[in-house]
């Protein structure tokens, strides 16, 4: 039986840029994720398609695993011999209980390794311009938890240590006793105008912070309505924020913003808009499922040159095509057909295998056409009905578990926003992550919808008004323009 072992893997504090090159790899290999509330869902997406994905909740005072049902999770898996990737939130030893759980897997002869992540108490201060040492202003810092195990939850410091030998004090999960923390450290002999930041949901464009000083603090955060997860700051280091600050003085702060694709053509409005503050969370794959073995597939096939004219759809059209010639031993010069496509690297794609084509612009101008691709290649091409003209469905999209549930959660737990459909192609493809439960219609609700024009269309045939459209602009300065002053509007409003 092959040996299983679980990784407990740093996920970071929420930009998921910061996960660790070591945290990815091994969360593509798991065969199951075990995974924290502060976890950044669009981390979901790195997971295998057929991965197990089990969410433990772990929010204050409303776990959704309890910590021994957490535990037991890990070890029935790797018993079985499966790679489980125990995946928290920053860093695992940091206020993650690591060491309970390793410690019950030691303890069942578990193979388990560590992946340290970037931990929020030092990543936060430093997106919100208050690096937690300075060479000038603080040379040690303390980490503390900022609530107990108790009946109360009041954590349990030794008060007079920590005020008067730390230069920087980082309280992590403390708002709810930022009061208590406050008054504890003037009793101790920190001065009553201490500089002390607040950061709630640090290194995510959702990202807010609150200063003051230890006298003033916790009656600021009461004003801002400011709930956890945040990290309190207290020291000198802090009056730096006001010439440091970097991450939170963009235009777009605070937007979400969806792409139901990664589109390469878009990859440029994608890193002018996080450019400009915004947290962009991209469909990054659908995953694909050959028919060529379907027996509609194989009827098809066998007329292949009955048909004047092969439109190619997309690429992955190219690639299960080839697939079909190979698995049924066919010979490419044996078909008479013409070759058409509808875009620029299925036609690359196709000159790959030695293949000319002509460029695709309207069925009616061909005599007998067969168009080749998945379903939602022919409804891109507007045609009516796809399933009255003759078609070769080469492969389904599917939409994997992580996918649902990382999309989901990010529209729940409000890291999203604003959806940008940038044309009418990714509107269609958004329609049907939209059938797959990728996007609920109860979150649809919650989002601000851009589109371009050409969209508005698609999305009112299925009873979906979008609240700004931008016209089809050819100049990326002119498209980044307009998209940036509709999401400042939108903003505002």
Known sequence: MQKGIVYFVGAGPGDPELLTIKGRRVLREADVVVFDRLVNPILLTEVKSDAKLVYCGKQPCQHFLRQEDIQKELLIHARKGKKVVRLKGGDP???????????LLSDNKIDYEIVPGITAGIAAPAYAGATITHREHSRSFAVVSGHSKTKDGKPDIKWESLAGSVDTIVFYMGVKHLQLIADQLINHGKPQDTAVLVI????????????????????????????NPAIIVVGDVVKLRKKLQWFDQRSLSGKGILFP?????????????????????????????????ETPFKERWKDLNSCAELVFLSDASVDHFIEAINEYDCDLREIHSVFYSNKDSTRDRLLQIGCRSKEFHSAKKLINPLFVGSELDMKSIDLVDVHKVNHLFTHEDIVSEGEIQAFNRLVEEEHADTLILSSKTHALKFLNFLKKGIVSREGLSKLSILCQADAVKVLGNEGIHPDVVFEDVGNMTQLMTQLTGRLLLAQES
């Open 93 to 103: 030893a940091v206020f993650g209980r690591v060491g309970e759980e390793a410690e």
């Open 200 to 227: 709630q949901w640090g290194t995510l464009s959702r990202q807010r912070t609150i200063d003051g000083t230890l006298k003033t603090i916790a009656r600021k955060v009461k004003q801002a309505e400011l709930t």
């Open 261 to 293: 694709t990664s589109d390469p053509a878009q990859q440029l409005i994608v890193s002018e808009l996080k450019r400009e503050g915004a947290d962009v969370y991209q469909h990054p794959r659908l995953t694909q499922r050959s028919l060529i073995k």
